[in-house]
DNA sequence: AATCCGGGGTG
DNA sequence: CACCCAGGATT
């Protein structure tokens, strides 16, 4: 065994974070945790993981559950494509394997919202199979061990650093070796301020040796942050018109107030005009602003009060602000309730 | 290969 | 403010 591997197993067996997935071979209740965790910290998937493990036992049980549902449990963790895909995974389960979950890497791969990183993960953590994950943990201490400068979000990259962790996996309890070395990632190899003290590689890291930590990971890009103006309506506080976002933008599947997007700001005297011909309603002033920040666009949400409720438009659903929960909103539009809506009861 | 998709925490 | 988090799908 490599002295890489046999190092962060060492230190992974005395360090390692008691997590709920981490105690089950489970292969439902690993998927379902990796799903939660792609792009989300630790911290902040816990308790959705908590409750999706209540509210759905087994993966039948999310299968037969509505889209709807599944995503007003997912309400506030983003990416919301991926409780899409999740549902849509469990269907794929039940009815292309029997609600038997696959226990291939090829096969696990063909389920919904299921790339490289997460077919390794459960192929390894349910089933004991030696497919190295390459999550952002893994770029960040192969990319410093090795001071290797290949930009992590090109295709060179991400084939190069899978090889390297491959290289390092053996065959001898590999989900420990994935744990370890994204659980140093997570908690020494950190992107700012890295534990070099406490960490089991330091002898040998190339980065370390050069006091060039922080210039790993190397990326190409950076991503661009686009500004939006989203205008929206509320004709009462007791009741909301809602409607169901269509489309492939942002927020599929979920529930937002009336809204009409703009490419600049609108003045009250736009909004009045605008309203007056599309709905023949009357916009009497601005309640708030909010904006949205998200990490490639700036949402600069405006809430406008208008006397009376859409008619002439049949898409839009109205409902009391104690039956709101049952919908699934963004973080803005459920920020906005929050604190200008006292009725609105927040789980 | 490039772009899109959330929300929250950190320094 | 920039950066990143147990990434993947789409084009």
Request: aromatic share 12%; charged share 25%.
């Given at each position: 065994?490599?002295?890489?591997?046999?190092?962060?197993?060492?230190?992974?067996?005395?360090?390692?974070?008691?997590?709920?997935?981490?105690?089950?071979?489970?292969?439902?209740?690993?998927?379902?945790?990796?799903?939660?965790?792609?792009?989300?910290?630790?911290?902040?998937?816990?308790?959705?993981?908590?409750?999706?493990?209540?509210?759905?036992?087994e993966i039948e049980d999310?299968?037969?559950?509505?889209?709807?549902?599944?995503?007003?449990?997912?309400?506030?963790?983003?990416y919301y494509s991926r409780?899409?895909?999740?549902?849509?995974?469990?269907?794929q389960v039940m009815e292309?394997?029997?609600?038997?979950?696959?226990?291939?890497?090829?096969?696990?791969?063909?389920?919904?919202?299921?790339?490289?990183?997460?077919?390794?993960?459960?192929?390894?953590?349910?089933?004991?199979?030696?497919?190295?994950?390459?999550?952002?943990?893994?770029?960040?201490?192969?990319?410093?061990?090795?001071?290797?400068?290949?930009?992590?979000?090109?295709?060179?990259?991400?084939?190069?650093?899978?090889?390297?962790?491959?290289?390092?996996?053996?065959?001898?309890?590999?989900?420990?070796?994935?744990?370890?070395?994204?659980?140093?990632?997570?908690?020494?190899?950190?992107?700012?301020?890295?534990?070099?003290?406490?960490?089991?590689?330091?002898?040998?890291?190339?980065?370390?040796?050069?006091?060039?930590?922080?210039?790993?990971?190397?990326?190409?890009?950076?991503?661009?942050?686009?500004?939006?103006?989203?205008?929206?309506?509320?004709?009462?506080?007791?009741?909301?018109?809602?409607?169901?976002?269509?489309?492939?933008?942002?927020?599929?599947?979920?529930?937002?107030?009336?809204?009409?997007?703009?490419?600049?700001?609108?003045?009250?005297?736009?909004?009045?005009?605008?309203?007056?011909?599309?709905?023949?309603?009357?916009?009497?002033?601005?309640?708030?602003?909010?904006?949205?920040?998200?990490?490639?666009?700036?949402?600069?949400?405006?809430?406008?009060?208008?006397?009376?409720?859409?008619?002439?438009?049949?898409?839009?659903?109205?409902?009391?602000?104690?039956?709101?929960?049952?919908?699934?909103?963004?973080?803005?539009?459920?920020?906005?309730?929050?604190?200008?809506?006292?009725?609105?009861?927040?789980?």
């Amino acid at each position: 065994m490599h002295d890489f591997s046999l190092s962060i197993r060492l230190w992974y067996r005395q360090n390692k974070r008691n997590l709920p997935w981490r105690e089950t071979k489970n292969p439902y209740l690993i998927w379902l945790s990796e799903i939660i965790l792609q792009q989300t910290r630790v911290i902040q998937g816990k308790s959705y993981y908590l409750k999706f493990v209540n509210r759905y036992p087994e993966i039948e049980d999310l299968a037969n559950a509505k889209e709807q549902e599944v995503l007003n449990l997912w309400q506030g963790l983003g990416y919301y494509s991926r409780a899409r895909n999740l549902h849509f995974a469990s269907k794929q389960v039940m009815e292309e394997f029997s609600g038997k979950f696959p226990s291939t890497y090829k096969d696990i791969k063909q389920l919904k919202g299921v790339g490289d990183y997460t077919a390794s993960a459960i192929a390894s953590f349910a089933f004991d199979l030696p497919h190295a994950v390459v999550d952002g943990n893994v770029y960040r201490v192969l990319s410093r061990y090795y001071t290797d400068e290949t930009p992590i979000d090109s295709s060179q990259g991400q084939k190069l650093f899978k090889a390297y962790a491959q290289d390092l996996i053996g065959n001898e309890d590999p989900a420990e070796f994935n744990q370890a070395i994204m659980e140093l990632g997570a908690l020494v190899c950190t992107p700012k301020n890295p534990d070099c003290e406490s960490c089991p590689l330091q002898e040998q890291c190339s980065a370390y040796l050069k006091s060039s930590q922080l210039d790993f990971p190397v990326k190409s890009k950076k991503t661009k942050v686009t500004n939006k103006y989203f205008n929206f309506f509320i004709s009462s506080s007791n009741q909301l018109q809602i409607e169901k976002r269509k489309g492939k933008g942002i927020w599929q599947n979920m529930f937002q107030l009336p809204l009409i997007e703009s490419d600049k700001p609108l003045t009250l005297n736009d909004v009045k005009s605008i309203t007056k011909k599309k709905w023949n309603t009357k916009t009497q002033n601005k309640i708030t602003e909010y904006q949205h920040i998200l990490s490639h666009q700036k949402i600069h949400a405006s809430f406008w009060k208008v006397d009376s409720l859409i008619t002439n438009e049949s898409e839009y659903i109205t409902v009391n602000l104690d039956e709101i929960r049952d919908y699934p909103l963004p973080r803005l539009i459920d920020r906005y309730l929050e604190e200008n809506h006292e009725a609105y009861g927040n789980s």
